[in-house]
Nanobody
Framework: QVQLVESGGGLVQAGGSLRLSCAVS????????MGWYRQAPGKLRESVAR???????VYADSVKGRFTISRDNAKNTVYLQMNSLKPEDTAVYYC?????????????WGQGTQVTVSS
């Protein structure tokens, strides 16, 4: 069984920073692309940032220049450094990843971590 567990969310004032972590555990043979998504109340879940197995990154326009996604393959962990946070960044942030478990590639989601940015 593969689990993705996020941590690092919380309450921060506008202009502040948070660092989210997502640790992948379980029967893991390989991890390919990983990503962070977010869902605000009443809105659809949206992609925030993604990183390939080779380290290439893609960001939503709304977070470019403020957020940085990175990964530590030795720790099976992906991070999201969030700087210059805005109230509109308030959402539940979800980790997502493509994991090979030995029986094939599957896409997994974490349970989410709340990020609240006060004005």
């Amino acid at each position: 069984q593969v689990q993705l567990v996020e941590s690092g969310g919380g309450l921060v004032q506008a202009g502040g920073s948070l660092r989210l972590s997502c640790a992948v555990s379980g029967r893991i043979f390989s991890i390919n692309a990983m990503g962070w998504y977010r869902q605000a109340p009443g809105k659809l879940r949206e992609s925030v940032a993604r990183i390939t197995g080779g380290g290439s990154t893609v960001y939503a326009d709304s977070v470019k220049g403020r957020f940085t996604i990175s990964r530590d393959n030795a720790k099976n962990t992906v991070y999201l450094q969030m700087n210059s946070l805005k109230p509109e960044d308030t959402a539940v942030y979800y980790c997502n990843g493509d994991v090979y478990t030995g029986s094939g590639w599957r896409n997994y989601w974490g349970q989410g971590t709340q990020v609240t940015v006060s004005s």
